[in-house]
């Protein structure tokens, strides 16, 4: 079936450094949607690239869809305390009435203030 | 907007016994649901797809007479846990879209301990 692998699983920075998550997708995606889940929490949406090359920032976060529409990345510049959770990229199969999402394992990000 | 609510946010149970949890949309109508498990650290899967009046269409291993959902109305899906055993004890979350953009919006979680 589908997957998609995300990398790193864990991430430790020290808080002002940069900080990126890859993810990558066995298949062509119809969108990927990134999410964030706070220690504790559940997930919250933070953004849906759709188109092939898209690149959209979000305050010091930056989220691109590759080319092909089979990777992403999500970059947060100059962390914060705040960032601290773990990030999770979903992925939408491209066939028609894709309803579901597959989800990469998460990339936990834990900051050294 | 687009909240969603989870009841109960925890549960303790003794095996056999069963368990009800209920996913809300408040303030919008779901077309779809979805109830996702997640153990401790680890991302979330999912279990089910449910969509209003019809049955859900579960995963590739999840036993649907051990796991019923069902999705009465469009703001109101549960998730019905049949014969609890310990190994069940995980971390349910629902979420729900109402279309597109197909955007997820996610309960706050269910945690439900079998002894």
């Given amino acids: ?113 | 907007g687009a909240v969603v609510s989870q009841h109960p946010s925890w549960v303790i149970c003794k095996s056999g016994t069963s368990v009800k949890i209920e996913c809300r949309s408040l303030d919008f109508q779901a077309t779809t649901m979805f109830w996702y498990r997640q153990f401790p650290k680890q991302s979330l899967m999912l279990m089910a797809t449910s969509n209003e009046g019809s049955k859900a269409t579960y995963e590739q291993g999840v036993e649907k007479d051990k796991f019923l959902i069902n999705h009465a109305s469009l703001t109101l899906s549960t998730l019905t846990v049949t014969s609890a055993h310990p190994e069940d004890s995980s971390f349910y979350i629902c979420s729900a879209t109402a279309g597109v953009p197909y955007e997820q919006y996610f309960g706050p979680g269910t945690r439900l301990t079998v002894t």
Avoid at chain 1, 15 to 35: A, P
Avoid at chain 1, 54 to 65: A, D
Avoid at chain 1, 76 to 104: E, H, N, S
């Fill in chain 1, 1 to 113: 079936g589908q997957q998609v692998m995300q990398i790193p699983q864990y991430q430790h920075v020290q808080e002002g450094e940069d900080f990126t998550t890859y993810c990558n997708s066995s298949t062509t995606l119809s969108n990927i949607q990134w999410y964030k889940q706070r220690p504790g929490g559940h997930p919250v949406f933070l953004i849906q690239l759709v188109k092939s090359g898209e690149v959209k920032k979000q305050k010091r976060l930056t989220f691109q869809f590759g080319e092909a529409k089979k990777n992403s990345s999500l970059h947060i510049t100059a962390t914060q305390t705040t960032d601290v959770g773990t990030y999770f990229c979903a992925g939408r199969p491209l066939y028609r009435g894709a309803q579901k999402l597959v989800f990469g394992q998460g990339t936990r990000l834990t900051i050294n203030p």
